[in-house]
Structures are given as C-alpha cells and as structure tokens.
C-alpha cells in the first residue's frame, strides 16, 4: 500500500507531500490544476522514460518518492530479498530524479537501482489505468491474458508454453538438419579422402623415420665410405693400428702393472669402460653399413612412399607432418554427417510426440478458458446493469484452430463481445464501443476480476470519463466496493463518484511570484463538502449545491 508521496519541482508543482490510507481516495481539482501530475509522478516511480518537461520551470531537477506498506508475504518483499534490497523493514521506498537535460537516476530503499529495476519492484506495487489501458481492452492478445487471469491456470498455461517450446525446438533442429541439403555427395568425397589417407602411414614419426631412410639411401655412396673410413680409424687395418687396439694394448700394460700401484688400477678401469664404448661404437657403424643396401628397389620404394606423401600434402594443402590431423577431422566430419542423418530420421517419431503433447496440454487449457469465458461473460453482464448499460450483454468468443504449429498462447483466439443496449446483436468490442462505454466495461472488468492479482494499490486516471448522474453515482460505489479490498487512487471530475471516496484529496492551481503553481492537500470533512459543491455548481458555491454535496456525502456514509 502507498503510505507517502513526496513530489517536488514536478512541471508546476514546487513540493506537496501526501499521506495516503486503505480504501478509496479520490483526487479532484478545477480543470489545468495538475490532477493527473499525481499519476505522472507514480508513473516516473514504475520506472516510466523520464522527460526533461517533467522539470518545473526554473528548476534543476524534478524528484518524486513514494513510500509503500510491504508484508512479509507479498511479492514485493520476494522480490527485494532476491535483489538483497530488502532492509528488514516493512516499507519500501522509491526515488526518481529528472535532470532539466532529460537525464535521470534511481534509488530503492536508498540504494541505486536501474530504471528496469524500479519497474520491476513498482509492477509489483500497484497498477496504473488510464485511457491507455482502456485501450489495451481492445487488443486481443490482452484480451486473452485477461481471461487466463481470471480462469486462475497458471499451470495450464505454463504448460502449454513448455510444450510449444519443446516442439519448436524439435522443430528447429530439424530445419537446421534439412537446411544442409543432399550431403551424400559430400559425404562419398569424404570417404574417398580418408580411404586414401588410410593407406599410409602417417603418424609423424613413421614419416620421420621414412624421410630419415630415404636421405640415408640416397646418399649411400659417400655414407658408406665414411663409416668405413670411422671403422678402420676405430678398429684399425693392415696399414694402421686403430683406436679400440690401442686402448687394448694399454689396458692389458697397465692391468699387469696395476696390480702394486692403485693409482694405475683406477686409469686401468677407465680404459675398460673406455673399450666398451669403442666396441659399442664399431657394432653400430657396421650395423648402419649393412643397411647401406644398394639395393635399386628399395630406394625406389622410398621415392614412391614420399612421393604419396607430398601430393597428399598438396591436396589438403597442409605439411606432411599435418596429415594425421587432416585424418581425424575427416573422420570426424564423416562421424557427424553420419550421426545428422540418423538424427533426422530419429526426429519423426520425436516430432509427432511432441505434437501430441502440445495438443493434450492445449486442449486441457481450451477446456478451462471455455468454462471461464462463460463466468466471465455473466458476471461482468451483471455488473455492466449496475454502470449504466442496463440490458447489455458482454461475452467472450472462443475461436479454435487447429494445433498445427506449436503457439506458445495456446490453440485459441479471443473476441470480446457486447451489446450495450438491449435486443442488439454483440459485436466485436473493438468495433462498437464509445469512450464511455470502454470506460465502464474496463470499470466491471476490474470489478469482476478484483483479487485475482496480489498488487495492492491500483490508480484509475479518469476512469469515469464520458459518464455523468446515475451512471456515475454507480462507478462510485463500484470504486468504492473495489476500495474494501484494495488501495484505490482515483483521479475524477464527477460529484458522484468524488463523494464515494474515503479520502479526498484537492489539486489547487495558483500563481505565485509570476509563475503558475498547484498545491495538494488532503481534505477534511467540511473541505470535502466544499469541494463537491464546486464540482456540482462552480466556483460560487451556492446553498444548493452545498446542500446537495452533503446528500450526496451522506449517502455514501452508510457504505
């Protein structure tokens, strides 16, 4: 509920502050007084675009706060604690400044908040109506949500939705795998790279290993002679006397000597391991000389290898150390051509049960939206004989289609019907109603569906526009009624229904200081009598229409 509303340099008003109760207040005043900059400043809190004419003349900046009731259980205090803007109190304030220059800023509970934020926190608050909103009737898709509102479905319309989503999704994907085209082609190149990859080996040290003998082979000739000439220094020939006998000559000297002198024993083991290494050494050179086969096709076997290799290499345009990747990510891509085509056909089955899913939770929510059209059609007939349209009939129209295409809003569209007079035919609402009639229609709508949101203050701006005598004595005491289990904030030009309110609050229009201003104030009882006289007769308030606005303030005293 809204406890407080601090307005100050709001376009021409310098400051008012209002304490606001439960029930129904009215907000009246003379004609260009500033009645509807209340509204303005809510909608500036529900985190409506700011504008830089919202700024009274002469002022930096505009500010408005309000200050609101919240309980434990409301959805608002869920909201601050999920945002942790919650300050373990049962009050919430917002606060929103405009600069002259259009820019704007936020708080919640003194902290900043983005306007998105105010929104969200305010949607939760209270709900404004204006001519606006009066309009909305007239579309079809609020239509819509307005009659799933007072089915009370949540869960039928929820799963309606995930069914929809679910379908669409499948859907999707399989116009994504369709969107691919023929891939056989595709997929047949594919496997002729990777048989003809297969065929080698291309682990990039089999290659090495390859490219190593190849460049062993082809230089045969001068290898060989070196590791002849790197055998001979080592073991030695006819001619010359070779490293590994040299070393044995003088390991078996010293072996003899080495026994009386151990410094010698130690050189003696040195040149052991010495022979080793030189035996070691020649085993190798004459196992890398036998493989120095010149051998023609051998040779020629390595050209072809290499030569395989290299076009390869020049086919995938990549180095030939690279081919095993090229490898794996054909077979990947085989693998996944491959899986696509078995996911395409897995997705009829799964498409017709996903269609018959959405179709079950559909026509679950058909059936519920046709037994509340009914309700809904009745109750706000009846409440329409009480607003001035007396024999009028309201109903709501039904159109199925078929389920061919998941919508998330379900299988149905809706047409508002009324007849506002007796013995016509009901028409589509937005064909036939006046201002007037809109105004009452949306006035019973919320009447009839009042409580079926937990949003504790709603604002009304003019919504007896285009009524007047007995019509608007009944808006009044719906208002009223509306007020028993709500805040209410309405903002009205008629006797009848400012004297319906609980509280009465007057917009002034002055001029100070060569400026135009407005005052707000909230009435007392003789304010009030005052007040409603004006709006019955002018500003001269006369002994009638004194003693008319206390008849009227009487009757509604016994509510």
Aim: hydrophobic share 40%.
């Amino acid at each position: 509920m809204l406890l407080e509303l601090h307005l100050k340099n709001l376009a021409v008003v310098s400051e008012a502050a209002l304490n606001l109760s439960e029930g129904l207040t009215v907000i009246s005043g003379e004609t260009g007084a500033g009645k509807s900059l209340l509204i303005d400043a809510l909608l500036l809190l529900t985190g409506r675009r700011a504008d830089s004419g919202a700024v009274r003349h002469g002022a930096d900046r505009a500010e408005v706060t309000g200050r609101f009731q919240v309980s434990e259980s409301d959805p608002a205090m869920a909201w601050l604690r999920e945002q942790e803007l919650d300050e373990d109190m049962d009050t919430v304030s917002l606060r929103r400044i405009v600069r002259a220059d259009g820019g704007s800023k936020a708080w919640i509970n003194g902290r900043p908040a983005a306007t998105a934020q105010l929104a969200e926190l305010a949607s939760r608050l209270l709900e404004i109506h204006g001519q606006h909103d009066q309009q909305a009737l007239l579309q079809r898709s609020k239509q819509l949500h307005l009659l799933d509102g007072f089915a009370r479905h949540p869960q039928l319309t929820a799963a309606v939705k995930e069914a929809a989503q679910a379908w669409q999704r499948l859907l999707d994907r399989q116009a994504e795998l369709q969107n691919r085209g023929d891939v056989s082609d595709r997929l047949a190149f594919l496997q002729h790279q990777a048989t003809e990859l297969e065929r080698e080996s291309l682990q990039p040290e089999a290659i090495e290993r390859l490219q190593s003998d190849h460049r062993l082979l082809a230089n045969a000739d001068s290898m060989r002679e070196l590791l002849r000439r790197q055998i001979t220094t080592l073991q030695g020939d006819d001619e010359m006397a070779g490293a590994l006998n040299s070393v044995r000559r003088m390991l078996s000297d010293l072996q003899r000597k080495g026994e009386s002198d151990p410094e010698l024993a130690e050189v003696a083991s040195l040149l052991v391991e010495a022979e080793t290494s030189l035996s070691e050494a020649v085993d190798r050179l004459e196992r890398q000389l036998d493989r120095l086969d010149p051998d023609p096709e051998t040779l020629a076997e390595l050209d072809r290898q290499l030569a395989r290799l290299h076009e390869l290499s020049r086919k995938h345009r990549c180095d030939v150390l690279q081919l095993q990747d090229r490898l794996t990510a054909i077979t990947h891509e085989l693998e996944t051509l491959a899986q696509a085509e078995q996911e395409l056909a897995n997705l009829e089955p799964q498409l017709a049960i996903a269609k018959t899913a959405y179709a079950r939770a559909a026509d679950a929510l058909r059936q519920s939206r046709i037994a509340a059209a009914t309700q809904l059609g009745e109750q706000v007939s009846e409440m329409m004989q009480h607003l001035g349209m007396e024999g009028g009939q309201f109903a709501c129209e039904l159109e199925w289609s078929s389920p061919d295409r998941p919508d998330p809003s379900g299988t149905e569209r809706i047409e508002l019907l009324v007849a506002a007079n007796p013995g016509q035919p009901a028409r589509p609402l937005r064909k036939v109603a006046s201002g007037g009639e809109l105004s009452r229609l949306s006035l019973a709508i919320e009447v009839v569906t009042m409580g079926l949101d937990p949003v504790p203050t709603m604002v009304f701006d003019e919504v007896d526009s285009g009524i007047g005598g007995a019509v608007a004595e009944a808006v009044g005491r719906r208002l009223r009624l509306l007020g028993k289990e709500r805040q209410v904030l309405c903002v009205t030009h008629l006797p009848q229904v400012a004297s319906a309110g609980h509280h009465h609050v007057q917009v002034q229009k002055f001029a100070a200081q060569g400026l135009t201003q407005s005052a707000v104030q909230l009435l007392d009882a003789q304010g009030r009598e005052d007040e409603i006289a004006r709006m019955l007769g002018g500003a001269k308030l006369t002994v009638q229409a004194k003693a008319a606005a206390r008849a009227l303030l009487e009757s509604q005293a016994v509510e």
